[in-house]
């Protein structure tokens, strides 16, 4: 599927759960967006950097279900995490955060230092059982104030049951945060029916994007109850006031904007966006999962080092084989592009992976598992 649309490497490349292929658009939307209006130097360069992350905006909102006014663009997930720590409304004797010892390690960083404002990280068990929304059950505690949610781990390779664990922990008044990261673009997301607080994710990785332009959506109920402390002039209700006694924040997800944003990440981003419009979420996660099923069919289950069940996987996998140096070596030689996690061999299948990927990967692995 739309292979043409990316600049392709020498060897099939399974490493999108790291970075996604670089859309052939990408350089001409950086110049026309960015580049072009800086050239011209003069007062339109601002308003067109400003349409140009605008435009962005309005591209991924029907991508992951929103509406584009409540997405806030970010520099990246951790500092989108940052910023919601510190806008939490209070919540007497709730002083819990619970994660997962699976979610990825920067999420840990940041709650772990929440210890400075009072809470407390309380870390579900890995494993499999997490696709069961009873397996979260200690995050709805009575003292929890904040659950964070992968909507599918990096390294498990598991996709949660997002809706119905965010239906369980705001029924007991737990906040909910959603990370999408290794799910945007090849599984769909759907912030409207997650009905979470907070989604976070990344254009880096299935949105094809590259570096730079991550994003925040805020639902617009609990919206009004965040006081960020980390704010700038694009927190303002109106950035262009210039009253520097007066600030009030911006109605919406703006208010944890922060200060004078980037533009060329977002420029970058939109060419990714478009192709992954166009082919349409749905019919690249079928894809992605027909793929994922000739693989997992075709290698023995006892290889597989992360969550492969149908319906509970995204579209990564880890393969430990009894040969590590020598599907190494194999590997190589086909100029797989991949990475390693684990004790093991990670993968990852996307819309510009085929048939013919498929098979040059399970002929570099099958002498070694």
Excluded at 116 to 134: I, N, Q, T, V, W
Excluded at 316 to 337: N, W
Aim: charged share 20%.
């Amino acid at each position: 599927m739309r292979s043409a649309e990316f600049n392709r490497p020498q060897g099939p490349y399974f490493l999108s759960h790291s970075v996604g292929l670089m859309p052939l658009s990408a350089r001409q939307a950086l110049d026309e967006a960015y580049f072009a209006p800086w050239a011209a130097g003069d007062s339109g360069t601002w308003p067109k950097w400003l349409a140009a992350v605008e435009t962005w905006r309005a591209a991924l909102a029907p991508i992951i279900g929103a509406r584009p006014g409540d997405i806030c663009p970010q520099t990246n997930i951790s500092s989108a995490l940052t910023k919601i720590l510190g806008a939490l409304p209070a919540a007497p004797g709730r002083r819990k955060i619970a994660l997962c010892e699976e979610d990825f390690p920067t999420v840990g960083f940041v709650f772990g230092e929440a210890r400075r404002l009072g809470f407390e990280p309380y870390f579900l068990k890995s494993g499999a059982h997490l696709a069961d929304p009873d397996a979260w059950a200690p995050a709805f505690a009575d003292d929890v104030h904040l659950v964070h949610v992968t909507h599918v781990f990096s390294n498990l390779g598991l996709l949660t049951p997002v809706a119905e664990i965010v239906r369980r922990a705001k029924e007991k008044g737990v906040i909910a945060i959603v990370d999408a990261a290794q799910s945007a673009g090849a599984v769909e997301v759907d912030v409207g029916a997650f009905n979470a607080d907070f989604v976070t994710g990344t254009s880096l990785k299935y949105l094809c994007g590259g570096a730079g332009a991550s994003w925040l959506w805020v639902n617009p109920d609990i919206a009004p109850e965040c006081a960020p402390v980390d704010v700038g002039w694009f927190s303002h209700e109106n950035p262009f006031e210039f009253d520097i006694r007066r600030f009030a924040y911006a109605a919406g997800a703006n208010r944890f904007w922060g200060g004078t944003p980037s533009v060329a990440p977002y420029a970058i981003a939109r060419a990714g966006l478009e192709i992954i419009a166009r082919a349409g979420v749905r019919a690249i996660a079928a894809g992605n999962q027909a793929l994922f099923d000739r693989i997992a069919a075709s290698l023995p289950e006892r290889a597989f080092a992360s969550h492969v069940t149908k319906g509970e996987r995204g579209s990564s996998f880890i393969v430990r084989p009894r040969d590590l140096p020598g599907a190494r070596q194999a590997l190589g030689a086909e100029r797989i592009a991949h990475d390693e996690r684990a004790g093991g061999l990670r993968f990852s299948v996307h819309l510009y992976n085929d048939e013919s990927d498929a098979g040059r990967l399970l002929d570099a692995l099958r002498r070694f598992v």
